[in-house]
């Protein structure tokens, strides 16, 4: 299924084979039905993220309505952040897709699809392009995945930042400045977040 995402709070990167992207709150995911990806946890603190998916016919008719170009374009950029005002809007799309959907009659396929075709207008005309670049690629892509995977397999022995940088073939000094440049985190907090991450899971079984 075809999916959205929109980030309320806490902080995410979203890592596919092509690039890595970060999420912050206030920006908008959109994920292809056939993107291979994994998310993980770059800050401390509460995680809240609304996610809505759709099948191929929705996804025909939203097409219809904004075009396949423009719908590719969301959908290669994977996330976008939204302006002020788009923001307030998204809140208000959102609480009435969640209202429908838990008042379910006749009407609401109908009324769903509409809402969902104006949280896609919304984040085409909301969106802001900032100068700061969250796509990561090529060797420092790789490189910073790999730093990423590490912590996430040894996490229980508690790695350290020269530990990490060694196992992936880095200085430590670069591999600090790759979390704070692009993850805009420290080592030590990202770990932190990774810790909390395993543990809230823990508690939730």
């Known amino acids: 299924m075809y999916g959205i995402g929109y980030m309320i709070s806490g902080d995410r990167i979203i890592i596919t084979p092509q690039k890595t992207v970060t999420v912050h709150p206030g920006t908008i995911q959109f994920i292809h039905k056939n ?79 509409g809402l969902v075709i104006q949280f896609f207008v919304t984040a085409l005309r909301g969106q802001t392009f900032s100068s ?18 590490y912590v996430q397999c040894h996490y229980v022995e508690d790695p350290s930042l020269r530990e990490t940088a060694e196992a992936v073939h880095l200085s430590d000094s670069y591999l600090s400045r790759l979390f704070t440049s692009r993850l805009d985190t ?20």
């Open 35 to 113: 993107l291979i990806h994994r998310t993980t946890y770059i800050s401390e603190g509460i995680y809240e993220n609304i996610d809505i998916k759709f099948r191929e016919s929705v996804a025909e008719y939203i097409i219809s309505v904004i075009g396949q170009e423009r719908f590719n374009m969301l959908y290669d950029q994977i996330s976008i952040t939204l302006a002020p005002q788009a923001i307030e809007q998204i809140d208000q799309l959102v609480k009435l897709i969640e209202h429908e959907w838990n008042n379910y009659d006749n009407y609401s396929n109908t009324i769903i699809q």
């Open 132 to 149: 700061q670049n969250d796509v990561i690629l090529k060797e420092t892509h790789f490189s910073l995945i790999n730093a990423i995977h």
């Open 186 to 205: 420290t080592y030590s907090r990202f770990l932190t977040g990774i810790k909390i991450s395993h543990a809230m899971a823990l508690l939730v079984k």
